[in-house]
Every structure is written in structure tokens, then in C-alpha cells.
Nanobody
Framework: QVQLVESGGGLVQAGGSLRLSCAAS????????MGWYRQAPGNQRALVAV???????NYADSVKGRFTVSRDNAKNTVYLQMDDLKPEDTAVYYC????????????????WGQGTQVTVSS
């Protein structure tokens, strides 16, 4: 079994910063892509930022220049540094892992974390 455990959400004032972490645990051989999605009330889940094992990045236009995604491949952990937060960043943030290769099989799987709430007050 693979689990993604997120931490670091909370309440912050506009202009403030938060850092999210997500650690993948289990019998993992490798993970192609790790990253973050978010879902605000009434909206669909949407991409925030992802990073490949080789370091390629993809950001939503709304967070470019404010958010930074990074990962530690040895620890199967991905981070999201969020600066200059805005009220419109308020959402549940979900960690995602795609192309997860388990030690017991060559198949690839995808997993989601349980989500962590980020609330930005104006």
C-alpha cells in the first residue's frame, strides 16, 4: 500500500506564506511525477504545480512567480512553498503522485493525498 501524507496547511493573512509537504510511503521503487492540485468550494480540482523526477516543472498561470514546487526523490517527498498568498488561493490542497512504480510490480499507479486546508484571509 502507498500513502501520501500531507502537512503544512492552515490559516494565513493575505501576503503571507505557507509551506506544504507531502511524503509518500510504502514499497515504492520510483515516482514519475509529484505535485499539488487544489479544489475550492463549487470548483473542480485543478492543477497547482507538478514536478517530474528529472526536475521538469509545470505551474498554473495563477501561481507562477508566487509558488515554488520542489521534491526530494530520495525521500519521495514533494514540497510547495506558497508566498504572497491571496484570498483566491483558499482551497483544499491535494498531493498527487503519478507513475508510481512499486517494488513488487512493474506497473505504474496514481495516488492522492487526503487533502489539507489552506485559508487566506483578506
Amino acid at each position: 500500500q502507498v500513502q501520501l501524507v500531507e502537512s503544512g496547511g492552515g490559516l494565513v493573512q493575505a501576503g503571507g506564506s505557507l509551506r506544504l509537504s507531502c511524503a509518500a510511503s510504502g514499497s515504492i521503487s520510483s515516482i514519475d511525477v509529484m505535485g499539488w492540485y487544489r479544489q475550492a468550494p463549487g470548483n473542480q480540482r485543478a492543477l497547482v504545480a507538478v514536478i517530474t523526477s528529472g526536475g521538469n516543472l509545470n505551474y498554473a498561470d495563477s501561481v507562477k512567480g508566487r509558488f515554488t514546487v520542489s521534491r526530494d526523490n530520495a525521500k519521495n517527498t514533494v514540497y510547495l512553498q506558497m508566498d504572497d498568498l491571496k484570498p483566491e488561493d483558499t482551497a483544499v490542497y491535494y498531493c498527487a503522485a503519478r507513475g508510481v512504480v512499486l517494488m513488487t510490480t512493474k506497473r505504474k499507479y496514481a495516488y492522492w493525498g487526503q487533502g489539507t486546508q489552506v485559508t487566506v484571509s483578506s
